[in-house]
Every structure is written in structure tokens, then in C-alpha cells.
């Protein structure tokens, strides 16, 4: 008997609206498919694979697809990613954090890390195996090649429409689906809680033996 996955994303909270978001991508059984870590005595570093290199490319390309979508920061580890993504708002050019009142909390550890998936519900797609629009999503336009060809700017884009958009790329040039069905997400509530998960991604290399993913 399979269990049934937990859907954790906040209810009613809009994951379009401006902000900074902390997402966490794990590999399927947290396989090693990404590259390896080469350990120094200073400064270990990933040695990304052939895979490895195209999540790089994609994860680059997500601002080209997405015209408000920025990376603010990103490290590719040997089975999971860990992305910041900024949604700017439409009218300055801000992050906007989100407000600290009347919003529901987002579990998270003493490290930093989170601690409960996002659950994509599964959609048909050709058998691929690849995860699902979230629901109300809207399909988004492609060439034949499966690759966007201008920014998007028709809705505001979602989190969970960024990330089924950037695994189903991966998913069609390997022809393969590499990633687990669920993915981590945390709501970035201000510029502290933004240093610590940016030196969390910072620092990820070098703690690899120490990592909960490991």
C-alpha cells in the first residue's frame, strides 16, 4: 500500500504575488545524478556531470522564460538544488517580502532548511513520468523543441508553475524524469530570513558531509 503525499503549500496564500522564495528540488531516492563534491582542504567544491550542467543552463534561463522571475542565488548539489527565486513586483522592480501579519507560518528547522515537500498532483503528459500543472494552472505556449521562445507575461507566474515549467524542460531533453514528484518551498519573510538561507545555499558545498540530503 502507498501512502498518500501530503500537500503542505499555505492555504489561500497567492504564489504569484512579489517576494522571495527558498525552493529546495531533490533528485528521485536522492541519487547522485547531479555531479560530486570535490573535497579540499579549504574550499570543496561541486564538479558538475553532463545533467548537472543542463539544470545550471535552465535554472540561468528561468528569467529569460519569466519577464518579473529573477535567480537571485543557486547551488547544484550531487542530488538536490537549492534556488532563490525572486518575483519582482510588476510596477517598481521590488521584492517585496512578504507582511508578517495575518500570514499563516512556514514550518522550518533550526538550520534553515524546511522540513515538509510540496506535492505537484500528477497530470497525463505523454508518459514522461514528469510532474503536473498545479491546479487552475494554465499550460504555457512552446515551440515543437519544448523550449519557450519569448518571456512570459500573459499571468503572473507561479511558483509552482516555474518549477513544473523548469522540470518538464529537463524532463524532455534527457527524456527522462530525474526529480521526486514533490519539492520544497519556503516564503522568504525578510531580509534576515533572506541572509540566512542565502548563506545556507553559500555554505552547502562545504557542509555536504554534514547535509540531510547526503
Known amino acids: 500500500m502507498h501512502s498518500k503525499r501530503k500537500n503542505i503549500r499555505l492555504q489561500n496564500y497567492d504564489y504569484s504575488q512579489n517576494g522571495a522564495y527558498f525552493i529546495t528540488l531533490c533528485t528521485k531516492d536522492k541519487q547522485h545524478l547531479l555531479g560530486r563534491i570535490k573535497e579540499t582542504h579549504k574550499?570543496?567544491?561541486i564538479i558538475l556531470n553532463n545533467i548537472g550542467k543542463l539544470v545550471a543552463e535552465e535554472i540561468n534561463d528561468l528569467s529569460n522564460i519569466y519577464d518579473t522571475v529573477s535567480v537571485d542565488n543557486f547551488v547544484i548539489m550531487p542530488n538536490h538544488i537549492h534556488i532563490i527565486i525572486i518575483i519582482e513586483d510588476h510596477?517598481?522592480?521590488r521584492t517585496q517580502f512578504i507582511p508578517t501579519k495575518n500570514t499563516p507560518n512556514v514550518p522550518n528547522g533550526s538550520?534553515?532548511?524546511?522540513?515538509?515537500?510540496t506535492q505537484e498532483p500528477s497530470t497525463p503528459n505523454g508518459g514522461s513520468g514528469e510532474l503536473s500543472s498545479p491546479t487552475q494552472e494554465l499550460s504555457t505556449p512552446n515551440s515543437g523543441s519544448g523550449e519557450l521562445s519569448s518571456p512570459i507575461t500573459t499571468n503572473p507566474p507561479t511558483i509552482p508553475r516555474i518549477i513544473k515549467q523548469f522540470k518538464g524542460s529537463i524532463?524532455?531533453?534527457?527524456?527522462?524524469s530525474i526529480w521526486q514528484k514533490s519539492y520544497y518551498d519556503h516564503i522568504i519573510r525578510d531580509e534576515r530570513d533572506y541572509q540566512i538561507r542565502?548563506?545556507?545555499?553559500?555554505?552547502?558545498?562545504?557542509?555536504?558531509?554534514?547535509d540531510e540530503y547526503y
Open 43 to 45: 574550499n570543496p567544491q
Open 91 to 93: 510596477h517598481t522592480g
Open 111 to 117: 538550520s534553515g532548511e524546511l522540513s515538509s515537500p
Open 171 to 176: 524532463t524532455k531533453k534527457l527524456h527522462t
Open 198 to 210: 542565502n548563506k545556507y545555499i553559500n555554505e552547502n558545498p562545504a557542509k555536504w558531509l554534514f
